[in-house]
């Protein structure tokens, strides 16, 4: 069965710090990964997604992620954290049902902080 | 263009008594999602529809049922309503690649039952 963990429920940076948000997965088939943003009180929102195209995949907001198949592994990087970027991040794996869209399994969260 | 919306946005029950979710989408999407958020524990599927007059049990379906109204709307009823079910409560849709594309969230629900 496919699994998200992620290392960290509060991550804490001060304002232009590398943002780091660890992501490994279970899969026993090659995985389709996604990384979400949830602002306080609000849904959802895609942030980027990793379909095999390209290892190094770049979303919305200036992150990042980097595709590790050695390490199982799907961190969601920022050079320079911005006070805005303070949400919760979920990292999640989809199990794919032909033509039926599919079913995401998420992660526990990360809830990233920035200090002025 | 909405894209997912869900109604009420907020509701206290008490125990024992019952509600229906509302969700509806406009994007077209044949697959439709509900998912509970608890603190610490991500979202959980509770149930899906992956096409109009199709429903199939997620990982915590206990205490609900689901209704594939038409393409658009998809409900979610608790018949009696638990303390345990507690929680945000979100609706997602997406198209035939939404398993590599990703889904599409609503504002969600935020249920207390006391």
């Known amino acids: 069965a496919q699994s998200v963990t992620q290392l960290g429920s509060h991550v804490s940076v001060s304002e232009g710090a590398l943002v780091l948000l660890r992501c490994n997965y279970s899969?026993?088939?090659?995985?389709?990964l996604f990384w979400y943003v949830q602002y306080p009180n609000q849904g959802l929102q895609l942030l980027l997604k990793?379909?095999?195209?390209?290892?190094l995949v770049k979303g919305i907001n200036g992150f990042e992620a980097e595709f590790k198949k050695s390490e199982t592994s799907f961190h969601l990087t920022k050079p320079s954290a911005h006070m805005s970027d303070a949400a919760e991040y979920f990292c999640a794996v989809s199990e794919v049902i032909y033509n039926q869209g599919g079913k995401l399994i998420f992660g526990q969260g990360t809830e990233l902080s920035v200090k002025p | 263009n909405a894209g997912v919306t869900q109604t009420p946005k907020f509701q206290v029950l008490k125990t024992g008594q019952s509600m229906t979710l509302q969700c509806a989408q406009d994007m077209n999407h044949n697959s439709m999602y509900w998912y509970r958020q608890d603190p610490g524990m991500g979202l959980r599927l509770i149930y899906y529809?992956?096409?109009?007059?199709?429903?199939d049990k997620g990982e915590v379906p206990n205490g609900y049922n689901v209704s594939r109204l038409n393409k658009r709307e998809f409900s979610l009823r608790l018949e009696s309503a638990a303390p345990s079910q507690t929680s945000v409560y979100f609706c997602?849709?997406?198209?035939?690649?939404?398993?590599?594309?990703?889904?599409?969230f609503g504002p969600g629900t935020r249920l207390t039952v006391t």
């Open positions: 529809s992956a096409s109009e007059g199709t429903t």
């Open positions: 997602a849709s997406s198209g035939p690649t939404g398993g590599t594309q990703g889904q599409y």
């Open positions: 990793y379909t095999s195209a390209a290892t």
């Open positions: 899969s026993s088939v090659p995985p389709y």
